[in-house]
């Protein structure tokens, strides 16, 4: 059974940093694409990152603010976002998919996420 489990989700400034990590179990994704979906609420959930070998993927309103890196000896991928907006204000979720996309109902693993609250 395919597992995605998120940590380090919290309360921080505008601002300020957080680190989000995802541990997998169940399979190995090596080859895949695994990164990030937010969703804040009462809007669609959103793509955030996505990284695959070195090749890593952004939306525009996080493009140098926000990193996903990967281990995947380890089977972890993490979020560090820096310069956190009230607008980053979300839950997050780990994703792993086959595919680049931005589409969430193309991405093949979900985690349940974890929450993200940037106050002024």
């Known amino acids: 059974q395919v597992q995605l489990v998120e940590s380090g989700g919290g309360l921080v400034q505008a601002g300020g940093s957080l680190r989000l990590s995802c541990a997998a179990s169940g399979r190995t994704f090596g080859g895949w694409f695994m990164g990030w979906f937010r969703q804040a609420p009462g809007l669609e959930r959103q793509f955030v990152g996505a990284i695959r070998g070195s090749n890593s993927y952004y939306a525009e309103s996080v493009k140098g603010r926000f990193t996903v890196s990967r281990d995947d000896a380890k089977n972890t991928v993490d979020l560090q976002m820096n310069s956190l907006k009230l607008e980053d204000t979300a839950a997050y979720y780990c994703?792993?998919?086959?595919?680049?996309?931005?589409?969430?109902?193309?991405?093949?693993?979900w985690g349940l996420g974890t929450q993200v609250t940037v106050s002024s």
């Open positions: 994703a792993a998919h086959r595919q680049l996309t931005a589409t969430p109902s193309a991405v093949d693993y």
